[in-house]
């Protein structure tokens, strides 16, 4: 025995998750119910108010209005009651809609952070390897120009050679322009930014500023997860005089001004993802005390530009959000 059709038509879900309006059907229950109604009257009004009397002049008229005024009535009330339905669901509607919508936008740009994500991370393996390339061709370099031909060993030993320690290559490298320094804190813009990756190529060379790079880089891309970018923040930059006070010592409220991300949302998921996850709140500490450690050597030889620019870094953005949700700045 085959099911009964049913009277409406289902919602089907799109492919973006929004449901198609079903086909409203001709005529509702709420129609029947007012056409009943209008009959019923129309009878009792006829019976009881037309036959028994044969009415002429103003009571002709006063008759026509007993008679269709609850009517007209009853349909005004259920046309205000179909209308308050209809408006309901879509409502309704326009509601999942919405949600479909923002679902699949966050979708997407975890998708995006996903697939830049290895891409990023694979020039940087690059970079990194190339550094190492270069600084083991320095180190050889300086060995085979600098030191002396050994003597011979005495007692037979003719094919040994006693070699001292050779200088590291990080330190005989020239010191680290702060342009370059603060360039490579903000990372390369695009994949075709020449000179982004040119000073994040110099800076890794640093072994301290390596570190912060990619303590920096780690949380960078943990926020990426979240949604969470530094271009899109829009914080309240602080003045050097508050960068200085911070590198020499002054926490709570006198440095409060270089928390100045108030994007609520990016506080929020950030706030929760440092209370449920080890991995990422692990990240974000280490990130802090790097920078802390930055700052602190760097700040005697900044000048006001350079602690300005500093502050307008990528780096420096997450630092704001982080150090905010961690505490620092109360």
Do not use: C
Not at 292 to 314: C, K, N, Q, W, Y
Request: no cysteine.
């Amino acid at each position: 025995m085959s099911e009964p059709t049913p009277e409406y038509e289902t919602e089907r879900p799109t492919s973006l998750g929004v449901y198609d309006k079903p086909s409203e059907p001709s005529v509702s229950s709420i129609e029947i119910a007012a056409f009943v109604l209008s009959v019923i009257w129309l009878v009792v009004a006829v019976l009881f108010l037309v036959l028994p009397d044969n009415v002429q002049g103003g009571g002709f008229v006063i008759t026509l209005l007993a008679v269709f005024m609850p009517v007209a009535m009853i349909w005004v009330a259920a046309m205000a009651m179909r209308a308050s339905r209809i408006m309901r669901e879509e409502s309704e509607r326009l509601q999942t809609a919405v949600d479909a919508l923002r679902q699949a936008y966050v979708g997407q740009q975890q998708r995006a952070a996903i697939s830049q994500e290895p891409t990023v991370s694979k020039k940087l393996d690059e970079i990194a390897e190339s550094a190492k390339k270069t600084e083991s061709a320095l180190a050889t370099f300086s060995t085979k120009r600098t030191e002396p031909m050994p003597a011979a060993a005495p007692n037979g030993a003719g094919d040994q050679t006693s070699l001292e320690l050779g200088t590291q290559a990080e330190d005989i490298a020239p010191p680290l322009s702060t342009d370059i320094f603060i360039r490579a804190l903000n990372f390369p813009e695009t994949q075709e930014d020449t000179e982004g990756f040119n000073a994040l190529r110099m800076a890794l060379k640093d072994r301290k500023t390596a570190q912060l790079v990619q303590a920096s880089q780690d949380v960078l891309t943990l926020l990426s997860q979240e949604g969470i970018y530094m271009d899109d923040l829009r914080p309240d930059m602080a003045r050097p005089e508050i960068w200085r006070q911070f590198a020499q010592g002054a926490r709570g409220r006198s440095v409060a001004a270089l928390g100045g991300i108030r994007d609520r949302s990016s506080l929020a998921l950030t706030a929760a993802r440092m209370k449920q996850d080890p991995i990422f709140r692990d990240a974000a500490h280490h990130f802090l005390r790097r920078f802390d450690h930055m700052i602190v050597a760097f700040e005697p030889e900044a000048s006001d530009a350079d602690l300005t620019a500093l502050g307008e870094t990528r780096t420096a953005r997450a630092f704001m959000l982080l150090g905010r949700v961690a505490g620092t700045f109360d």
